[in-house]
């Protein structure tokens, strides 16, 4: 998943906000994960990342995303990232905003 940032005056920025399975594909892509493979197999080689899951930077180890799989085992790369999609769009939608950030959506900005 990605988004696009604010705008913002200057160019130096990113033009996406990767977060989720985007995230977890970029790891991937940059390691020697070779599949099938469990999901321990492909944490342990990915060296237990954290990912993140919203466009605010808020994460989750990929260890604890695996473990919420229903399944250990995994063909291809695709697989592996259509299982973990779920398990981020659960953390995306059931996060609770913490002190602050309820006090900056408070005030009037």
Do not use: C, W
């Amino acid at each position: 998943m990605g988004v696009r940032p604010p705008p913002t005056n200057d160019d130096d920025g990113p033009e996406v906000i990767e977060f989720g399975i985007a995230v977890v594909a970029a790891e991937l892509d940059g390691a020697t994960v070779s599949f099938p493979a469990t999901g321990e197999e492909v944490v342990d080689r990915l060296s237990d990342p954290r990912i993140k899951y919203d466009v605010k930077g808020h994460a989750v180890a990929l260890s604890e995303a695996v473990s919420e799989l229903d399944r250990d085992r995994f063909e291809n790369e695709q697989e592996f990232l259509n299982a973990l999609h779920p398990v981020f769009e659960r953390y995306r939608n059931s996060r609770t905003p913490g002190v602050i950030e309820r006090v900056r959506a408070a005030l009037p900005l």
